[in-house]
Nanobody, 125 residues
């Protein structure tokens, strides 16, 4: 019933920017912890960023600090990942995910119980 949907991926040159969006159908994010993960071919899905919807508190992977910003828009029921100064190593499928019971480590994919289908981000050298 509840579904997450990512959008905004694409092909950009190194140093460029993209904004990813994630929307939920059927529910709002008001009680959730919302995370972004990415997964490159042949690699494990890895934590990128998280936001607590109600407080706006955020936490980032070291690799994206200072470059990526996670945010939310209550009116539109959306969560965003603004990605600046993109690097080729950022190339991956990006997933949004919801931790609906607000428990577990922020960086662990097992913490999140609802996932979108992913959107491809490719950064050329």
């Amino acid at each position: 019933q509840v579904q997450l949907e990512e959008s905004g991926g694409g092909l950009v040159q190194a140093g460029g920017s993209l904004r990813l969006s994630c929307a939920a159908s059927g529910r709002t994010f008001s009680r959730y912890r919302m995370g972004w993960f990415h997964q490159a071919p042949g690699k494990e899905r890895e934590f990128v960023a998280v936001i607590a919807w109600r407080t706006g508190n955020t936490f980032y992977a070291d690799s994206v600090k200072g470059r990526f910003t996670i945010s939310r828009d209550n009116a539109k029921n959306m969560v965003y990942l603004q990605m600046n100064s993109l690097k080729p190593e950022d190339t991956a499928v990006y997933y949004c995910a919801a931790d609906r019971d607000f428990s577990g480590p922020t960086y662990s994919k097992s913490t999140y119980d609802l996932w979108g289908q992913g959107t491809q981000v490719t950064v050329s050298s």
